[in-house]
Structures are given as structure tokens and as C-alpha cells.
Nanobody, 125 residues
């Protein structure tokens, strides 16, 4: 049974950094694309970043480009989202998701097969 567990969220001052982790079990890790989404109170879930299943390409939302980096460690079966130069508007619950052989359409939540439970990121001004 597939299971994704996020960790690494917390409270940080504006300009600070965090690294979110998404550890997978119950799936063939190398066959999956991993996406990161976030949802702030009163707002819809929005795309943040994605790594295609081959690990060769990444996608980022304009709001986080050049500040956030998505990566993976196949041996650890873990995907990461490095958050740098954080801003108060980055405050949200961050979710990771996995899409089998995902390559296109990774900005859309409907593409994904499995989701984690989310981790809270709060950025103070």
C-alpha cells in the first residue's frame, strides 16, 4: 500500500530556509514523478514544483522559481523541496504527491496517484 510522509515544516522568519522531505513506501520509487503543492487558508491548492519520473526535468511555479528546488534521493526513497528566501506569502500546508511515470501535466493535482498528509510551513515577517 502506497504511503507518502512529509516532514520538515516549521516556523521560520522571512528570508530563512527549510527543507521538506517526502518519504515513500509501498511504491517503486524510481517509477514515480513527485510534485509539491501548497494550500493556504481560504485558498485553493496550488502547484509549487515537480520532478518528472526519470529525474531529468523539473517544473516550478513562477512564484517560487529561483527560490525553491525539488530533488530526490532514490536510495532513501525520498523527495525533497528546498525552500530558500522564504516570504510570508509562502505560508501554507505543503503536500507532496506521486504520479506513476509522470511526465506531462504535473502542475495539475488530478494527475497524481498518491498524496501525503501535508506539513505546515509558517513564515513570519
Amino acid at each position: 500500500q502506497a504511503h507518502l510522509v512529509e516532514s520538515g515544516g516549521g516556523l521560520v522568519q522571512a528570508g530563512g530556509s527549510l527543507r521538506l522531505s517526502c518519504t515513500a513506501s509501498g511504491i517503486t520509487f524510481n517509477d514515480y514523478a513527485f510534485g509539491w503543492f501548497r494550500q493556504a487558508p481560504g485558498k485553493e491548492r496550488e502547484f509549487v514544483a515537480a520532478l518528472v519520473w526519470t529525474g531529468t526535468d523539473t517544473y516550478y511555479a513562477d512564484a517560487v522559481k529561483d527560490r525553491f528546488t525539488v530533488s530526490r534521493d532514490t536510495a532513501a526513497k525520498t523527495a525533497y523541496l528546498q525552500l530558500n528566501r522564504l516570504k510570508p506569502e509562502d505560508t501554507a500546508v505543503y503536500y507532496c504527491a506521486a504520479d506513476h511515470k509522470g511526465w506531462l501535466g504535473l502542475t495539475r493535482p488530478v494527475e497524481y496517484d498518491f498524496w501525503g498528509q501535508g506539513t505546515q510551513v509558517t513564515v513570519s515577517s
